[in-house]
């Protein structure tokens, strides 16, 4: 099957710490999937090389086909990226902001896409709403929305259901899972509320000490550390667990 996002030996030094250390990974269409692990794994400096906003040691990223960092242009048109720190703009309507990026991104016929974007989550009803009136949840919402104005072929989020009310994280999984399987949406998203990264995701890679550690379906990368869930295996690193589970026949190759 075709991938839409490959990293290959991605290597990361700042100065005497090494932040990333060999980190391969490849995202198929359609396919959701998580990058986990601690504060210092290496998951924002991963993150930042795979949108290269900083180059690797050593190793390399493709996006789309378009190799970093010559290609990173064309692979960029193919991306969406939102984090749930990310600012919009506070005196636009949700509409006009979301016209604004829509025709950033070239977008032709923009109120369609931003009715469609609106719906998928549940949401129409802040179309005429201003930045300063959105709460929160809202404005993860909208943020979500802008980065798949242009149907991108990979969407990107960095910790977007963080501290988000029950109702609003319902609205970002189901509106992201239809996504992803009515436009083969590749999506990698970060985040450390291990209950949604369960629910929402269909494979998990975990991080620690610059490496990855696991890669596989949740239920399977739980098991392999003797934990019931994904937060067991997340709270055994963070607490400084042994980083070397069982070794299985089922990983997933390099």
Same mark, same amino acid.
Request: hydrophobic content about 40%.
């Given at each position: 099957?075709?991938v839409v996002l490959?990293?290959?030996? #991605?290597?990361k030094?700042?100065?005497?710490?090494?932040?990333?250390d060999?980190?391969? *990974?490849?995202?198929?269409?359609?396919?959701?999937?998580?990058l986990?692990?601690p504060?210092?794994?290496?998951?924002?400096?991963t #993150?930042?090389?795979?949108?290269?906003?900083?180059?690797?040691?050593?190793?390399?990223?493709?996006?789309?086909?378009?190799?970093?960092?010559?290609?990173r242009?064309?692979? *960029?048109?193919? @991306?969406? %990226?939102s984090?749930?720190?990310?600012? *919009?703009?506070?005196?636009l309507?949700? /509409?006009?902001?979301?016209?604004?990026?829509?025709?950033?991104?070239? @977008?032709?016929?923009?109120?369609?896409r931003?009715?469609?974007?609106?719906? +998928?989550? /549940? @949401?129409p009803? #802040?179309s005429?709403?201003?930045?300063t009136?959105?709460?929160?949840?809202? +404005?993860?919402?909208?943020?979500?929305?802008?980065?798949?104005?242009?149907?991108? /072929? *990979?969407l990107?989020?960095?910790?977007?259901?963080?501290?988000l009310?029950?109702?609003?994280?319902?609205?970002? /999984?189901?509106?992201? !899972?239809?996504?992803?399987?009515? =436009?083969?949406?590749?999506?990698?998203?970060?985040?450390?509320? !291990?209950?949604?990264i =369960?629910?929402?995701?269909? +494979?998990?890679?975990?991080?620690?000490?610059?490496?990855?550690i696991?890669?596989?379906?949740?239920?399977? @990368?739980?098991?392999?550390?003797?934990?019931?869930?994904?937060?067991?295996? %997340?709270?055994?690193?963070?607490?400084?667990?042994?980083?070397?589970?069982?070794?299985q026949?089922?990983d997933?190759?390099?």
């Amino acid at each position: 099957m075709q991938v839409v996002l490959q990293a290959q030996g #991605l290597v990361k030094r700042y100065k005497d710490k090494l932040a990333v250390d060999g980190v391969d *990974l490849a995202v198929r269409p359609g396919e959701r999937v998580a990058l986990l692990g601690p504060n210092g794994a290496g998951k924002t400096t991963t #993150l930042m090389m795979l949108l290269g906003v900083i180059s690797p040691d050593s190793g390399w990223v493709e996006v789309a086909g378009h190799r970093f960092p010559g290609g990173r242009s064309e692979a *960029l048109e193919q @991306v969406g %990226f939102s984090a749930g720190y990310m600012p *919009l703009a506070e005196r636009l309507r949700v /509409r006009e902001f979301l016209k604004m990026y829509a025709e950033l991104y070239g @977008v032709r016929h923009p109120e369609g896409r931003i009715a469609a974007g609106l719906e +998928r989550f /549940r @949401v129409p009803e #802040l179309s005429e709403v201003m930045g300063t009136e959105l709460s929160s949840g809202q +404005r993860t919402l909208v943020g979500i929305i802008k980065a798949t104005l242009h149907h991108p /072929r *990979l969407l990107i989020l960095d910790e977007p259901t963080a501290s988000l009310d029950p109702d609003v994280a319902l609205r970002v /999984r189901n509106g992201l !899972m239809e996504l992803c399987r009515e =436009q083969g949406t590749a999506l990698l998203i970060t985040s450390h509320n !291990m209950v949604e990264i =369960q629910r929402l995701c269909d +494979r998990v890679v975990f991080l620690s000490a610059g490496r990855i550690i696991a890669d596989d379906e949740p239920d399977a @990368v739980a098991e392999r550390f003797g934990r019931a869930d994904l937060e067991g295996v %997340f709270l055994h690193l963070a607490d400084g667990g042994h980083e070397e589970p069982r070794r299985q026949e089922t990983d997933r190759p390099a």
